[in-house]
Nanobody
């Protein structure tokens, strides 16, 4: 089993910066891809971006490309999501997720473990 705990959410203003973290514990050796997703009220969960633990390759949704950056700290089994130039439409519950295998995926059902989520609210 792998446990994921997100932190860093909060209320910010449009244009602000916010950094989320996801700490992984348990059988972390079994996973190689970490993803970030978000879900706004009344909407489906959507892919934000992800990173491969080993090589560090990243991928992002078009809606956040150039504004969000994902990084990892292998020693601490932690992944970070740095969000800049935040917009009101970025408001959502943000989740980190982990999956087996080496392929970064934008599909939630490909992920095996999920955190509890952290709320990000961006006011205009």
């Amino acid at each position: 089993q792998v446990q994921l705990v997100e932190s860093g959410g909060g209320l910010v203003q449009a244009g602000d910066f916010l950094k989320l973290s996801c700490a992984a514990s348990g059988r972390t050796f079994s996973i190689n891809v970490m993803g970030w997703f978000r879900q706004a009220p009344g909407k489906e969960r959507e892919f934000v971006g992800g990173i491969e633990w080993s090589g560090g390759s990243t991928g992002y949704a078009d809606s956040v490309k150039g504004r969000f950056t994902i990084s990892r700290d292998n020693a601490k089994n932690t992944v970070h999501l740095q969000m800049s130039s935040l917009k009101p439409e970025d408001t959502a519950v943000y989740y980190c997720a982990a999956k087996y295998g080496d392929i970064l995926s934008q599909f939630p059902d490909r992920y095996n473990y999920w955190g509890q989520g952290t709320q990000v609210t961006v006011s205009s």
